[in-house]
């Protein structure tokens, strides 16, 4: 399963231990990677692409829908937050890229940007 999902095997170990990741186990207590492990599996992976941490996926995951909604509506605040802090920082470095002034101090909407938390 880690092959197919192209990760090491400690990941889907470590996934378990955090509770990530049910794995089910045999009489012998050898994990089996069913179906349903594998899309469970396939799920985190996915999560964790996106930037969920491991504490907000085992949260994201559980059955109550309302823990696992807020879980991601937090997670997409964030995300937003992030968005907006990126575009700000473009938007200076576009304006520094164009400034007619030879140092940025000399420049009063180089001043303001600086100000801007």
């Known amino acids: 399963m880690a092959r197919q999902l192209g990760v090491e095997t400690h990941v889907l170990r470590h996934w378990e231990d955090v509770g990530a990741l049910v794995v089910r186990r045999d009489s012998k207590g050898y994990r089996v990677y ?14 964790r692409r996106v930037g969920l941490s491991l504490p907000e996926i085992t949260a994201a995951t559980v059955p109550v829908k309302e823990t696992a909604q807020a879980v991601v509506k937090a997670k997409i605040a964030e995300l ?35 100000r801007e938390p």
């Open 34 to 47: 069913d179906d349903e492990a594998l899309e469970q599996a396939r799920t985190v992976l996915k999560l």
């Open 80 to 114: 937003e937050r992030e968005v907006a802090s990126r575009q700000a920082a473009i938007t200076f470095l576009q304006h520094t890229a164009e400034c007619r002034h030879r140092y940025l101090d000399d420049c009063p909407d180089c001043a303001a940007f600086a």
